[in-house]
C-alpha cells in the first residue's frame, strides 16, 4: 500500500493527519472570472471610444503606483514575507495599495500565495499550484478557478495581521476600494480616466501576473537550484522594469525572506530601489538580504544562467 511522503510545514500552512496535497479538483469561480470578463471588457472598451494620451499616462502611471508599491512591496514583501518593517501607517498604505491591484484582499492575498509555496516545497505537487496544466489551461485555471483540496491543510495568518482592523475592514470591501479612486478619476477626467484607469489597469495587471507566475515556474534562468522540489523558480530577465524585480523568481525561491530580488550583478529591481529610498527617509528598516537567515535546506548553485 502506498504511503504519502510527510508532507512539509510552512509559516502560515500545517498539515493535518488527514491531509492530502495531491488530491483535490479545480473549481470554477464565479466572482473571481466575472470581475475579471467585467473589467477586462470595460478596459478593452475605453481604448476603443477614448484613444486618448493623459488617459494612456493615467493607466501607466496608477498600474507602476499598484503594481511596484502596491503589490511587489506592500503585499509580496512585506506583508506576505516580512522582508523589511515599516510604520504601520505606511504599511496599511502599502498594502492597500497592492488591493488597488484587483487580485484579492490582504487575506485573500497572503492565502493564495502561502497555499501555492506549500504545495510546491513538497515532494509532489498538482499541475494547478505548479503551473503544470500548459499554457491555456493553466490561464484559464489561474485566471478564473480555484483549487480545492479534499483535505486540506490548516491555514493560519498570524494574530497581529489577522486582528487587525484595518486589514478586516479592506479584506471585506476589497472590490470596492476601486470606488474612491474610481469617483477621483471619473472628477478629473470622465468615463476615459475611469476605464483606463480602473478597468484595463486591473485586466492587464491579473493577466500579467498570471504570465509572470506561469513562466516563472516553467523555464529560464535559474542561478540556484532546490534539491528535491518538483517545482523550481526561474528568472526572466528583461522584464524588471514592467514587473518591478518580481522576474526574479529564481532568487525569490532560493532566498523568500530577502526584499531583495535582483540579487545578482545587472538584476534592476525597481521594488528594492523603493524600499531602499524607503530606508534613507526613515520608512524601511530591519531590511533582509540574502544572507540575512539560514539558507533552505537543499538549496545549490547552479551554472543555468
Given at each position: 500500500m502506498y504511503k504519502m511522503p510527510k508532507l512539509i510545514d510552512t509559516d502560515r500552512v500545517f498539515a493535518k493527519p488527514n491531509t492530502?496535497?495531491?488530491?483535490?479538483?479545480?473549481?470554477?469561480?464565479?466572482?473571481k472570472s466575472i470581475w475579471t470578463i467585467l473589467h477586462t471588457i470595460a478596459g478593452l472598451t475605453g481604448i476603443f471610444l477614448f484613444p486618448q494620451w493623459d488617459a494612456l499616462a493615467v493607466f501607466i502611471i496608477l498600474t507602476a503606483i499598484t503594481i511596484c508599491a502596491g503589490h511587489s512591496v506592500g503585499m509580496h514583501r512585506l506583508l506576505i514575507h516580512r522582508s523589511f518593517k515599516t510604520p504601520l501607517w505606511m504599511e496599511h498604505l502599502l498594502v492597500w495599495l497592492g488591493t488597488l491591484v484587483g487580485m484579492a484582499g490582504p487575506f485573500g492575498m497572503i492565502r493564495a500565495h502561502d497555499m501555492r509555496d506549500w504545495h510546491q516545497r513538497q515532494i509532489k505537487c498538482p499541475p494547478h499550484p505548479s503551473h503544470d496544466a500548459g499554457f491555456w489551461k493553466d490561464?484559464?485555471?489561474?485566471?478564473?478557478?480555484?483549487?480545492?483540496?479534499?483535505?486540506?491543510p490548516r491555514f493560519e495568518i498570524e494574530p497581529k495581521v489577522a486582528k487587525d482592523r484595518f486589514y478586516r475592514f479592506v479584506e471585506a470591501t476589497w472590490m470596492a476600494q476601486?470606488?474612491?479612486?474610481?469617483?477621483?478619476?471619473?472628477?478629473?477626467g470622465g468615463w476615459a480616466f475611469v476605464l483606463w484607469g480602473i478597468s484595463l489597469r486591473i485586466a492587464?495587471?491579473?493577466?500579467?501576473?498570471w504570465m509572470i507566475g506561469h513562466f516563472a515556474h516553467r523555464r529560464g534562468?535559474?542561478?540556484?537550484?532546490?534539491?528535491?522540489l518538483p517545482v523550481q523558480g526561474y528568472n526572466l530577465p528583461g522584464l524588471g522594469l514592467v514587473t518591478f524585480g518580481e522576474n526574479w523568481?529564481?532568487?525569490?525561491?532560493?532566498?523568500p525572506h530577502s526584499a531583495k530580488l535582483?540579487?545578482?550583478?545587472g538584476q534592476f529591481?525597481?521594488?528594492?530601489?523603493?524600499?531602499?529610498?524607503m530606508g534613507l527617509v526613515g520608512l524601511a528598516s530591519d531590511i533582509k538580504y540574502p544572507g540575512s537567515e539560514p539558507m533552505r535546506d537543499g538549496l545549490q548553485r547552479t551554472e543555468t544562467f
Open positions: 492530502d496535497n495531491l488530491t483535490g479538483h479545480v473549481r470554477w469561480s464565479p466572482a490561464a484559464y485555471w489561474q485566471i478564473h478557478c480555484e483549487y480545492l483540496l479534499t483535505h486540506p476601486q470606488l474612491p479612486l474610481a469617483i477621483i478619476l471619473w472628477l478629473i492587464l495587471s491579473l493577466t500579467g501576473h534562468q535559474q542561478g540556484w537550484y532546490i534539491k528535491n523568481h529564481g532568487n525569490h525561491h532560493a532566498f535582483g540579487v545578482e550583478k529591481d525597481p521594488g528594492y530601489i523603493l524600499i531602499r529610498a
